[in-house]
């Protein structure tokens, strides 16, 4: 298998992961440069988007920003995951 298909199975894996997650009415958790280090996205079933930080317990967030749905789905395709 070339790089190049892993990357693409890769992506597959994720969206399904995704898909499967915001489906059970759970939260997807996306990593990105565009934040700090200690931050992350957090994209709910209703389409809103979070800005999350870690807290000071294991598997806790708190939850710093969160974008109006119009500039949620615009952050999707920014992260291209529209």
């Known amino acids: 298998m070339t790089a190049k298909q892993k990357e693409q199975s890769a992506r597959r894996a994720v969206k399904k992961?995704?898909?499967?997650r915001l489906h059970k009415g759970l939260p997807f958790m996306i990593n990105s440069?565009?934040?700090?280090s200690d931050?992350?996205?957090?994209?709910?079933?209703?389409?809103?988007?979070k800005i999350a930080e870690a807290g000071t317990r294991e598997r806790d967030f708190r939850i710093v920003?969160?974008?109006?749905?119009?500039?949620?789905d615009n952050l999707r395709k920014k992260l291209k995951i529209a």
């Open 17 to 20: 992961l995704r898909q499967s």
């Open 39 to 49: 931050q992350c996205f957090l994209e709910f079933p209703d389409g809103i988007i």
């Open 33 to 36: 440069d565009m934040l700090d």
């Open 65 to 72: 920003y969160e974008y109006s749905l119009e500039d949620s």
